[in-house]
């Protein structure tokens, strides 16, 4: 029977199966090699940005962190070019796990220009010519294994399929006619208004995609309060989206003088952006300027809480998102129960889609099978900060979404020790701590 190492060299395994042959078969690799200590990496399955360990030898149990492989680091960016493993010499800004290590041998795993992984070999003298054919003939054949599956991915990402029905459903929903976006199209403004969390943002972007999904779509949910200020930010945002869209949140906060400037920005007849006004139902505005609220009366859609939706309509939005998520994770070969569907569209614990969707990406980062149940629907973690939305300019939420991505992601990969944790992150065990408690995750 072949060893794991000659099943990833002779064979031609499924792209799945890879993250449980490279352990097996990494410590042989390492042999061959005359490594020392040394990882393999891949791109995270939950953060398409991000590499994960996938194998390691060598190390003790808190395993070792490299800070000079951070992104946007010098050596980072040399590998991310690199098309062919190099050696790195051990020097004062050069740390490796063993003493006796003089440097190690660095190899990317490239699939279509892109780097979706790399081997890192802690070795005892400088590589001669045949370790470094034998590691960039292994990196290649790892990568030969991973197109099929980059294919695939990359063919679902540019559908957009359950976006395009979840903006449907909420324009149905919404009871919109296609009179209201035909005035979008030629006035450029449009009005949305609902309860948090309603889908607001997500109608929105429907809207501008069904005309201008060719330009890009801006979010932005604080104003400058001076005037020459929000005219300098317009003129940036302009070109930010390309001259396509630009989605004004939190409407209900903003000032007299920011409604004048948006309002005569919108009768302008040169090129300029089209303009989606985003506001909380049954608030009330901080003040109003007459022209600026007549002008978004004239086109305005209105959506309905949660509570207030049917169960079709629930299913119809549960599934969409629940694609969304398996896919942003990696995941998409997990099922949803039809008592976990239940679960969600009958519970009373999701009180809007917020709260839906991080009760559904708990889940997914948490399943360990196939399917979600309803016993791994976290309904008590629901509440937490879902991932941060690319064009929202809000940098508080980001931040503190990306925090809590990359803090669930840490904890799945080194199965909740924080130490280890802690180290990847790049932070103390008391911040982690901290941080776990104040994002509802400890």
Known sequence: MPSAAEELIWGNPDPGDLRLLLPLAFPELLGWMGGLAGLATLLSESDQDALEEAASWGYGEEGFFYPFLAKGSSIRN?????????????????????????????????????????????????PDERQILLLGLFCQKISGLLIPSFTSKESRSKSGKGEDSLGAL????????????????????????????????????????????????????????????????????EKMAQFGSIIFENLEEYSLNQQRILYEYSQRKT????????????????????????????????????????????RSAILPIFQEVCEMHGRPD?????????????????????DLRNAIEEAVLNSGSGEIRNSELNQEKAKGVSLPDPEDLDLRKAVEAVERQKILLADKLFGGNQIRMAKA???????????LRNLGLG
């Open 78 to 126: 040399k590998l991310e070019l690199s098309n062919s493993p190099f050696f790195l010499p051990r020097s004062n800004e050069i740390e490796f796990y063993r003493e006796d290590a003089r440097g190690c041998l660095l190899a990317p795993v490239r699939v279509q220009e892109k780097l979706f992984g790399f081997f890192l070999l802690e070795l005892g003298s400088v």
């Open 170 to 237: 909420l324009f149905q929903l919404s009871r919109g006619e296609n009179s209201q976006l035909e005035k979008f199209q030629k006035t450029g403004t449009i009005f949305i208004q609902g309860p948090p969390a309603s889908g607001k943002k997500t109608l929105a972007k429907w809207i501008h995609r069904k005309y201008f999904s060719d330009r890009s779509a801006l979010s932005v949910s604080v104003l400058p309060e001076q005037i020459l200020k929000l005219e300098k930010s317009l003129a940036e945002w």
């Open 271 to 314: 090129a300029k952006c089209r303009l989606i006004f985003l506001e909380k139902q049954g608030s009330q505005p901080r003040e109003e300027f007459i022209y600026f609220r007549s002008l978004l009366r004239e086109n305005r859609l209105e959506l309905p809480a949660w509570k207030e939706w049917g169960r079709a309509e629930k």
């Open 334 to 354: 997990l099922n949803l129960s039809q008592g976990a569907l239940d679960s969600l569209v009958d519970g009373s614990s999701c009180q809007n889609l917020e």
């Open 425 to 435: 992150l790049g932070i103390s065990r008391g911040s982690l701590q901290y941080k």
